[in-house]
């Protein structure tokens, strides 16, 4: 019996709509996966030598890119935050769409940019390489979520933070005020394990055809 494959993917939202394409690419994880009440984080799946891990988003990539998961599937915010040389993300899966912004708070916007900001964020790194890009050095405040706060308790002038409809940044009185990435979910698989096992490369090519075919699930 071959070692199982091990396949990461994240605990939310990305799961939703990720778990019909993975179906459609024969994985298929085992009836306890969907009980709420289980604290398994590792799972069969029916009719492979496939395991599936549940962990938190950023996770799923330290995961692939160290080889402790083969295969996993993450939105491309997280791949290129860490960019990590040892995870390659070969497919886009077309779904998790957001994008990644700038925000401020309501009537504090325009005029001229400082050298220095202070911005919280879950992004360290884009967030760093976003504004040496304009000159400006970021000092960046390592929230891990509610980041809306941050600009009206004084924690530091604007956030870095996805958005999708753009509703959390209107209810908490912020505005958008420059994008800075287009984000969508990629299947990611670790370099070393796609050249050494061919059930690596067959899962890409899997997903590959199922998103050329544009097919609605
Ligand atoms: N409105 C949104 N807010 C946050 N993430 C979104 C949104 N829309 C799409 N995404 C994508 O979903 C990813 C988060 O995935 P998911 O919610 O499945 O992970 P998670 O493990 O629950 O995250 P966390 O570690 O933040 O708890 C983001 O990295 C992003 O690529
Ligand atoms: O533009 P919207 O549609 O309002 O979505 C954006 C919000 O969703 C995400 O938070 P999430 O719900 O994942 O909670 P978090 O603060 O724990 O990251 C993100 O961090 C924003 O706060």
Redesign the pocket.
């Known amino acids: 019996m071959p070692t199982p494959l091990t396949f990461a993917v ?6 939703d709509e990720a778990l019909p394409l993975m179906a459609r690419a024969g994985v298929v994880p085992e009836a306890e996966f969907h009980d709420k009440k289980s604290r398994a984080l590792s799972f069969a799946c029916e009719n492979s030598d496939m395991r599936l891990i549940r962990v ?3 996770d799923v990539a330290t995961f692939v890119a160290h080889g402790a998961a083969q295969v996993g599937i ?5 791949v290129e935050e860490f960019a990590y040389s040892d995870l390659y993300a070969p497919v886009d899966l077309d779904i ?3 994008r990644l912004s700038v925000a401020e708070l309501v009537g504090e916007t325009g005029g001229p940019l400082p050298s220095h900001l202070r911005i919280a964020s879950k992004y360290p790194s884009l967030t760093r390489r976003h504004f040496e890009k304009l000159g400006v050095q970021a000092e960046v405040v390592k929230l891990n ?1 509610a980041m809306e706060l941050a600009p009206m308790l004084g924690l530091s002038s604007r956030i870095v933070d ?1 958005v ?1 409809t753009g509703r959390t940044l209107k209810e908490n009185g912020l505005v958008e005020t420059s994008r800075i990435l287009d ?1 969508s ?1 990629r299947l990611i698989v670790n370099r070393a394990a796609l050249k050494t096992d061919d059930r690596v490369a067959a899962l890409v090519e899997a997903f590959r055809a199922l998103v050329a075919e544009k097919v609605p699930a």
Not at 10 to 15: A, E, F, V
């Open positions: 994240p605990k939310g939202r990305i799961l938190r988003a950023f993450v939105g491309s915010d997280v998790g769409h957001c979520g996805l999708s984000i979910a």
